[in-house]
C-alpha cells in the first residue's frame, strides 16, 4: 500500500466552479499537511500548510485535513484558468525534513 | 530576492556517461534538499544536507548517486553510469531551518535529465 494515494486525473471543470482535491495517507506519524500547486515545467510552490485537523482558509483556498479518517482536502472557490496546474499533496513527519508527495492531480480550469 | 536556480535546466546524455547537476540555494538557507519527479508522478526524496553535511540520505536509489555542499551552499548532485530510468526531472529545494515545526521548502525549477 503507498503511503498517499491521490488520483491523478486529469481534473476539468469550468471557469467560477468550485474545486475539490484529495488525498488519503496510511502513515500515522505525518503530523504537518501540505499543499503544493505546480505549474508546466516550474518547480512546486508552498500554497497551504496545516498541522491540525479542521479546515483553514487563505482567500479562496480552503485546506481541510481529518486525521481519524486519514484525509486530507484542498477546496478551490471560484476558480480562474490561473488556477490550471498540477497539485500536490505533501507530508512531513515531526522532526524529519523530508516532504512525502502524492503523485499530483492535474487541473485544468476552461473560461 | 532571487529564488533557488539549477543549471543547467536541460540536460541530455548517453547512457553510462557521468553528470553533474548543480543548485543555488537561496541566501541564508542552511537546510537544502533534492528531489526527483519523474513524469505523472510527485517528487520523491533523494537526500537532505544541514550545512555542509548531509543529514539524511536515505533517498538516494544506489551507490551511483552522489551529492555534496562543500561549503554549506551551493550544492552538486552527481550520477555515475547513467541509465535511462535515471530519465526525470532532478528538483532542488532549500529552508531557512529555523528548527520550529516545518519549515517551508522552496523550489527551484528543476534540471530535465534525458538519458538516451
Known amino acids: 500500500q503507498k503511503e498517499v494515494e491521490q488520483d491523478p486525473g486529469p481534473l476539468s471543470v469550468p471557469e467560477g466552479a468550485i474545486v475539490s482535491l484529495n488525498c488519503t495517507y496510511s502513515?500515522?506519524?505525518?503530523?504537518?499537511f501540505m499543499w503544493y500547486r505546480q505549474y508546466s515545467r516550474k518547480g512546486p510552490e508552498l500554497l497551504m500548510y496545516t498541522y491540525s485537523s479542521g479546515n483553514k482558509e487563505d482567500g479562496r483556498f480552503t485546506a481541510q485535513v481529518d486525521k481519524s479518517s486519514k484525509y486530507i482536502s484542498l477546496f478551490i472557490r471560484d476558480s480562474q484558468p490561473s488556477d490550471s496546474a498540477t497539485y500536490l499533496c505533501a507530508f512531513l513527519i515531526q522532526g524529519a525534513q523530508k516532504l512525502v508527495f502524492g503523485q499530483g492531480t492535474r487541473l485544468t480550469i476552461n473560461p | 530576492g532571487a529564488g533557488v536556480s539549477q543549471t543547467p535546466s536541460n540536460k541530455v546524455t548517453e547512457k553510462g556517461k557521468y553528470v553533474e547537476l548543480r543548485c543555488d540555494p537561496i541566501?541564508?538557507?542552511?537546510?537544502l534538499y533534492w528531489y526527483r519527479q519523474s513524469l505523472g508522478q510527485g517528487p520523491e526524496f533523494l537526500i537532505y544536507f544541514q550545512g555542509t553535511g548531509a543529514a539524511d540520505d536515505s533517498g538516494l536509489p544506489n551507490d551511483r548517486f552522489f551529492a555534496v555542499r562543500p561549503e554549506g551552499s551551493v550544492s552538486t548532485l552527481k550520477i555515475q553510469r547513467t541509465e535511462r530510468g535515471d530519465s526525470a526531472v532532478y528538483l532542488c529545494?532549500?529552508?531557512?531551518?529555523?528548527?520550529?515545526?516545518?519549515?517551508?521548502?522552496?523550489f527551484g525549477p528543476g534540471t530535465r535529465l534525458t538519458v538516451l
Open positions: 502513515n500515522s506519524a505525518f503530523q504537518y
Open positions: 529545494a532549500s529552508s531557512l531551518n529555523s528548527g520550529s515545526g516545518a519549515d517551508t521548502q522552496y
Open positions: 541566501s541564508g538557507h542552511t537546510a
